[in-house]
């Protein structure tokens, strides 16, 4: 066994191993050494990455999957208690470890950066990776999505830092002991686990208080719930507090950001007063303000910030975020995993930004119905500012059904804001609508934290056809 690997996880078995969180972990564990298996429900390029670092992966889930020498059963919080395996892990007495104690425990000895926040994480946690490995700092990291290839999304890297991207809709942040916690911004989502707002400042609260003494907290000083919760910690012994933003107030203070088609051009000014410019290789202001972020945590790390800024461009995007598809008959698809308004309102803003003069058409696909009974007006506000758009059905994730709740939420508000939106609830019929309605110019975004994201090739072939 590697020393590198915990004991319990030498032999791990992950129900649900093809998640984006569970998968980088697997990874990081099999490039350590351990005898990784797992099971997922359907095939995928990211199973098919997996076993080429020699996992085991079944496809479907049974009692038999669990092989007779494994040590442990590493789970998230969207496995079900009837899921046979869990039922056979816990009948042979093993050890049923969550996702985030197994992250946790593969980031001990290393000098952690945990990138939280209700949006973002990703392309912060993305960016600060890809800097730190362009100056050759080999970090590991775990992120919630593929960087270029399926299976891109972690690396145990050589390295003493590691980069991970910390999940608060669980409260599986908890679980960490960063060296430096981001915290992008703080609002109401998660709505299955989380009643209240002031549940969600107790629950960053905890996490700040898990920062290692003498470390780090980079915190938004634009948006209101950071600002709030940077008031709530102030004072805290052997905290450290960065903000970063626009504010005049803020400690690492974006200046400009100048969109240049699909990227931008953006100037910064140190707490010393320094003034350094960069490029950033995704358009939009809040993907400035993630890179100011990511920057002011190298910072706090200790990288110098004239090597780090330029370094910055290294980043091409992950994949969902923004992410061109292709383009045909004139036609641009783009990817978006925007599921919540305040997201989906920054990736539009960005694209119309972009678009030069053509159409903004959405295919959007509601993720989760408990966000969608919670935020569904907010959602079709910011479909408003779509030139039109399509609506899919409800994707429900780890969700059942709950009365009352459908996409058409989502539909009345937009069409109230005055959008023109199209409810369609076959998928299959997706790509022929938005072939006709498309024109050379168009910019199409498809977008939700769904299967929609399917749709992109097809919308594609059907343009090119």
Do not use: C
Request: proline fraction near 6%; avoid cysteine.
């Amino acid at each position: 066994m590697s020393p590198t690997v915990p004991p319990t996880l030498d032999r791990p078995h992950f129900i649900g191993i093809g998640g984006a969180g569970m998968s980088g972990i697997a990874k990081i564990l099999a490039q350590r050494g351990a005898a990784v298996a797992g099971s997922d429900a359907r095939e995928s390029e990211t199973a098919a990455a997996l076993r080429a670092l020699g996992a085991t992966v079944h496809i479907g889930h049974a009692a038999g999957n669990l092989a007779p020498d494994a040590t442990a059963v590493v789970v998230s919080s969207a496995i079900r208690a009837e899921n046979p395996e869990l039922a056979a892990a816990r009948e042979r007495g093993l050890p049923v470890v969550h996702r985030s104690d197994a992250l946790a425990a593969l980031m001990a000895g290393t000098r952690p950066v945990a990138v939280a926040g209700t949006h973002g994480k990703t392309t912060t946690t993305s960016m600060l990776a890809v800097a730190l490995g362009t100056l050759g700092l080999a970090p590991s990291y775990a992120i919630g999505g593929d960087l270029d290839a399926p299976g891109s999304n972690a690396h145990h890297g050589a390295g003493d830092l590691f980069v991970a991207e910390a999940d608060e809709s669980d409260r599986s942040f908890h679980a960490y002991d960063p060296e430096v916690a981001v915290v992008l911004n703080v609002e109401l989502d998660h709505h299955a686990n989380y009643a209240s707002m002031e549940e969600i400042y107790d629950s960053f609260v905890t996490f700040v208080g898990k920062i290692r003494p003498g470390g780090t907290l980079v915190v938004s000083a634009d948006q209101a719930g950071a600002v709030e919760l940077t008031r709530r910690v102030a004072g805290a012994e052997g905290l450290h507090v960065l903000t970063v933003g626009e504010a005049p107030t803020a400690g690492l203070r974006v200046t400009s950001v100048t969109p240049r088609g699909l990227t931008s051009e953006v100037t910064a000014v140190l707490a010393d007063g320094r003034e350094l410019a960069f490029t950033v290789s995704v358009p939009g202001r809040h993907y400035a303000l993630n890179a100011a972020a990511a920057l002011a945590a190298g910072i706090a790390l200790g990288v110098p910030a004239e090597e780090l800024a330029p370094a910055l461009a290294s980043y091409t995007g992950v994949k969902r975020r923004l992410q061109l598809k292709g383009e045909a008959a004139g036609v641009q698809v783009i990817d978006s995993y925007a599921h919540h308004p305040t997201e989906m309102t920054a990736d539009l803003e960005a694209i119309r930004a972009a678009a030069d003069g053509g159409r903004v058409l959405v295919v959007f696909q509601p993720h989760l119905f408990s966000r969608t009974r919670e935020l569904g007006k907010e959602m079709g506000g910011a479909l408003a500012l779509a030139d039109a758009s399509v609506v899919l059905e409800i994707y429900p994730a780890r969700e059942d059904p709950i009365p009352g709740v459908t996409s058409a939420i989502i539909v009345e508000a937009a069409r109230a804001a005055g959008a023109d939106v199209t409810p369609e609830p076959d998928r299959e019929a997706v790509a022929e609508l938005v072939a006709g309605m498309a024109k050379p110019g168009d910019l199409v975004l498809t977008m939700g934290a769904g299967d929609v994201t399917d749709l992109g090739p097809r919308i594609l072939a059907r343009l090119g056809s």
